[in-house]
């Protein structure tokens, strides 16, 4: 069965630093791998996805991940963080195909403070 | 509609009652997905429906639980004898289908629930 791992509930950052959420994942078969992000109040959308090729993938609002195989890892970075990025983010994972669900970790919640 | 659409946003009932929540995805998805959200944790998966029919239910806490989709596009979620646990956000999420989908979901604002 496939299950994601988010390592950090809470990541507090100063605004323009680096950040990065880990998300690490545990499936026996190739997967699609995602982010997707909640601000306040709204619904969740997808800030980037991994279905194959370039192990880097670069999302909306200047976020990015690398897909590592031998880690089972998608960890999601940015160089400088906006108080604007300030929501919950949800790595996920899906098998191949068209009738895999989809699982979500249990989240990271960035905060930027001024 | 441009969106998946949830209704209602906001439901608040008693203990013991029954709730229904609905879901309208976007045109022509043919993929639809309903998840819970309880506080401080990520979506939880309840079932997924391929047009008609559920493909996977394996989410649904008990029998309690039931949803329908009976034309491929409005999906309907009920809750027999609400229980407080019952107490989340359930959040609906629609994916198109075939060689040009990314298998990003699309998801709704959620309806959220509450049992007193």
């Known amino acids: 069965a496939q299950s994601v791992t988010q390592l950090d509930s809470q990541v507090p950052v100063f605004e323009e630093a680096p950040v990065e959420l880990r998300c690490n994942y545990s499936?026996?078969?190739?997967?699609?791998l995602f982010w997707y992000v909640q601000y306040p109040n709204q619904g969740l959308q997808l800030l980037l996805k991994?279905?194959?090729?370039?192990?880097l993938v670069k999302g909306i609002n200047g976020f990015e991940a690398e897909f590592n195989k031998s880690q089972t890892s998608f960890h999601l970075r940015k160089p400088s963080v906006h108080i604007s990025d300030t929501a919950e983010y949800f790595c996920?994972?899906?098998?191949?195909?068209?009738?895999?669900?989809?699982?979500f970790g249990a989240g990271t919640r960035l905060f930027v403070k001024a | 509609g441009a969106g998946v659409s949830q209704t209602p946003s906001n439901k608040v009932t008693e203990k013991g009652k029954y709730v229904e929540l609905r879901c309208d995805p976007i045109?022509?998805?043919?993929?639809l997905y309903w998840y819970r959200q309880s506080l401080g944790q990520g979506p939880e998966f309840l079932i997924y429906?391929?047009?008609?029919?559920?493909?996977?239910d394996s989410g649904l806490p008990n029998d309690r639980f039931f949803a329908v989709r009976p034309e491929g596009s409005v999906s309907t979620l009920k809750i027999q004898r609400t229980e407080r646990g019952d107490s989340a956000v359930y959040l609906c999420?629609?994916?198109?289908?075939?060689?040009?989908?990314?298998?990003?979901?699309?998801f709704g604002e959620g309806s959220r629930l509450t049992v007193l």
């Open positions: 429906f391929q047009g008609t029919g559920a493909a996977d």
């Open positions: 991994y279905l194959s090729g370039s192990t």
């Open positions: 999420a629609s994916r198109a289908q075939g060689q040009t989908s990314t298998g990003e979901l699309f």
């Open positions: 996920a994972v899906r098998g191949p195909g068209g009738g895999f669900k989809t699982i």
């Open positions: 499936s026996s078969v190739s997967v699609y």
């Open positions: 045109s022509g998805h043919t993929a």
